[in-house]
């Protein structure tokens, strides 16, 4: 497909920085991380600053106008690779995926205000294969191929955006400005989280690891005491969802499950804290048992043989995937993991008292 | 000669041939490649090869039961699972009558329980556990037949028109084969969706599946419109013009005792004095309320069994495995004798495996049958045989053979 070249300004650029033309503008620039004693570069320093410490406490990245000057697009566009590597030095994962977040949303709010015509040319700076629909139907603005549609959907809750419930014709997937624009700030964000969790690391600059410092404490108040909110001590049976019960139920009988089944069962299990001993036990009923390979899968499941993974149990979406999802209740609405349904469970169960 | 033996040494004379060859994947070198050991019983695993020459080779030094190679491409696909460094993996689907009831299951698969003390047994699908002693280990057997193939292929047909006309996969990238046992795979090799991660082949397969559809649910129903008509819309698009057409093909022909079964109590008659009528007020002018008495209720039960009817039955684990192991083209199966062999999806409907996967065209032997239905093979019939001894081609005595209905008489 010839797709046209579309130029970005570089105020755009200032708006979008995540575009690929960002790396020419700061090329252009020449900036240089170990010399922010220049006064320019003091400033895009600051603006940096100032767009993780937004993150943090209110999820956006800050006021691009203060003292109602506006900051010029050479300090607004270098300042976004600069908070990235502000953010990787804080070596915070909270920090890190906040401010993933505050750039996809500031993004999106940009997005929604977009022309079609530059939304197309945003979306394709990031390789996506779309185009604008020309027939009158479906009745929709986008048309978008599936691949690059399911790669922006993993963390969009309502039904609406499963697959099933598109419109899908030949590849496409058939979407309106609104749906575009909320696919972009996935796409921003995912693409940012990726940066973000680049595992070797340059030493950083005296100053970059100041304002790390000082961002890391700030992170620690906005959390206040970080509430590790663990399950309680002893494996609760009532609290277990629909599909636990389902399948214990089944295991304690000696019925057949499935390799998801079992799976899903023994990790469930080891999550709430049930010895490997204690889960080992569970199926011993089956005709096929046999004690040493169970409890050798039952302790490769708990992360303690074979590879040191720490398996946890599929979502709720993996489960209906394979038929695992039964008897969902109320609560099963509200949740999207196993485990979040426990959880709800058996803190609604406890004392409120203890808790601070 | 025991019967393992007498297999083996067949298998071996087919990889010696000079017209065995296995056709290789794109990316050959990324794969891994796996090998089930008809000697030892194990599983060679993690081994990779820089050119099909080299696995050939390798095939015919260790004579395996069964080939695999992973449907992902790795960096290095020889070093252990964690170390591989994924890079992509095919599009896979399965579908095999073992998971999809057919109405020949009652005649010829059959399990006995395998408590000794119990040995209880039937026909049809294995139960979940043995009615008599609750056990849950059985001996299974199984055997592919006209009916097992049929069943699974018209759930391959489904399959490949949601590929070609929703997914818009071109004919010549949807790659169709038969198993070598009782189904069929389907794999894509295209460039775009290799690097999808297991949730979003997971969309793909409740798409197929019919999983997770959200018209008609009682959420998306439409209020009260001012007229008291309810207004809900199917489109000619993804799953509203299945569920349309659907819809349309099932009232068009639908007995009494089909609306019985779907869960419609009452005004049957009504329904089925107006069919078209109906079909023109509802699917055409969106008038969910064209007849008294027939609420949204019994339309959400006819759209519930058109989504059933539509969907594609595969097996959800394979697609969601992005290290999956799948069966080599033009290799045995060690269940059967059979090939796993490609068809053009254009003749699916005329593909014949009984013909087709036969790799073993030449001489006889001499096997007792225990218990065989009568079956077809190489445009042959054979069978039914009950502790019987016969001379049959090596192709038919193979498949008897490793269905374990036969031993090799020397």
């Known amino acids: ?356 | 000669m025991s019967s393992r033996d007498f297999v083996y040494e067949k298998f071996r004379e087919f990889y010696s041939s000079s017209s065995f060859k296995i056709p290789a994947p794109v990316g050959f070198s990324q794969r891994e490649f796996a090998f089930l050991l008809f000697k030892e019983r194990i599983m060679a695993r993690h081994k990779g090869f820089a050119s099909p020459p080299l696995l050939g080779s390798f095939i015919r030094q260790h004579v395996p039961s069964d080939v695999y190679y992973s449907c992902a491409y790795y960096e290095t696909p020889e070093a252990e699972m964690d170390k591989k460094g994924w890079v992509g993996a095919d599009l896979v689907f399965d579908i095999d009558a073992d998971h999809i009831p057919t109405r020949c299951n009652k005649i010829h698969d059959s399990w006995v329980c395998s408590n000794k003390s119990c040995g209880f047994g039937g026909k049809g699908i294995t139960p979940e556990a043995c009615p008599i002693c609750g056990g849950v280990k059985f001996d299974v057997k199984s055997w592919p037949c006209d009916v097992c193939i049929d069943t699974t292929r018209a759930e391959v047909r489904k399959l490949v028109d949601m590929l070609e006309n929703d997914f818009g996969f071109a004919a010549s990238e949807i790659h169709t084969f038969f198993s070598g046992h009782r189904g069929f795979h389907v794999q894509i090799e295209n460039e775009s969706i290799r690097d999808l991660d297991a949730m979003g082949r997971r969309e793909i397969i409740d798409y197929v599946s019919g999983t997770g559809l959200a018209v008609f649910q009682k959420k998306t129903r439409q209020p009260k419109q001012k007229t008291g008509v309810k207004i809900f819309k199917l489109s000619d698009y993804g799953w509203h013009r299945r569920l349309k057409n659907g819809i349309r093909r099932f009232l068009l022909n639908a007995t009494k005792d089909d609306l019985k079964e779907i869960g419609v109590k009452s005004r049957i008659d009504v329904i089925l004095q107006n069919r078209e009528r109906i079909l023109q007020r509802c699917l055409e002018e969106n008038r969910w309320d064209a007849v008294k008495g027939v609420g949204f209720e019994t339309w959400i039960k006819i759209a519930e069994h058109i989504r059933e009817v539509e969907a594609a039955k595969i097996d959800t684990v394979v697609t969601s495995d992005i290290h999956r192991l799948i069966r080599a083209e033009n290799t045995l199966h060690g269940k059967t004798g059979l090939l796993k062999i490609k068809f053009p999806v254009s003749q699916l409907d005329e593909f014949d495996p009984f013909s087709e996967a036969v790799a073993f065209k030449e001489g006889t032997a001499k096997v007792l049958v225990s218990d065989a239905p009568e079956f077809r093979l190489a445009g042959q019939t054979f069978g039914p045989f009950q502790n019987k001894s016969v001379e049959l081609p090596t192709a038919a005595a193979i498949l008897l053979i490793c269905k374990g209905r036969a031993e090799v008489v020397t």
Request: hydrophobic share 40%.
């Open chain 1, 1 to 356: 497909m010839q797709l046209e070249t579309v130029k970005f300004t570089s105020s755009e650029v200032a708006k979008y920085p995540f575009l690929k033309e960002t790396t020419a503008h700061v090329q252009k620039i020449g900036l240089d991380v170990e010399d922010f004693n220049s006064p320019e570069l003091t400033k895009i320093l600051n603006r940096a600053e100032e767009r993780v410490k937004a993150a943090i406490l209110d999820v956006s990245v800050g006021d691009r106008s203060s003292d109602d000057v506006k900051i010029p697009d050479d300090v607004e566009i270098p300042s976004f690779p600069v908070a990235i590597i502000i953010a990787l030095a804080t070596k915070n994962s909270f920090i890190k995926k906040r401010y993933a977040l505050a750039e996809a949303k500031q993004a999106h709010s940009h997005f929604q205000l977009e022309s079609k015509q530059r939304l197309l040319a945003i979306a394709r700076n990031f390789g996506w294969n779309i185009e604008l629909n020309g027939a009158s139907q479906p009745p929709s603005e986008f048309i978008l191929n599936f691949a690059d549609y399911l790669r922006n959907i993993t963390h969009l809750r309502d039904e609406k955006w499963k697959l099933i419930n598109r419109f899908l014709v030949n590849g496409k997937v058939y979407l309106n400005h609104h749906d575009v624009a909320r696919l972009l700030q996935e796409e921003v964000q995912r693409r940012l989280e990726k940066r973000l969790d680049a595992k070797e690391l340059p030493p950083f600059p005296r100053k970059i690891m100041d304002i790390a410092e000082q961002l890391n404490s700030l992170a620690k108040e906005k959390l206040g005491e970080v509430e590790m909110e663990s399950f309680p001590k002893v494996v609760s049976q009532s609290a277990f969802p629909p599909c636990i019960v389902a399948l214990h139920e089944a295991a304690t009988k000696g019925r057949h499950l499935s390799h998801v089944g079992r799976f899903t069962l023994t990790s469930f299990l080891l999550a709430v804290g049930m010895p490997p001993e204690k889960v080992t036990e569970v199926f011993k009923t089956f005709s096929d048992y046999n004690a040493r390979l169970t409890r050798y899968q039952v302790e490769h499941i708990a992360g303690e043989k074979g590879s040191g993974t720490h398996y946890t149990p599929p979502s709720c979406s993996t489960l209906q995937t394979h038929g695992v999802c039964v008897n969902s209740d109320g609560l099963c609405r509200r949740i999207r993991h196993p485990l979040a349904y426990y959880k709800q469970k058996t803190i609604s169960a406890q004392p409120t008292a203890g808790r601070v």
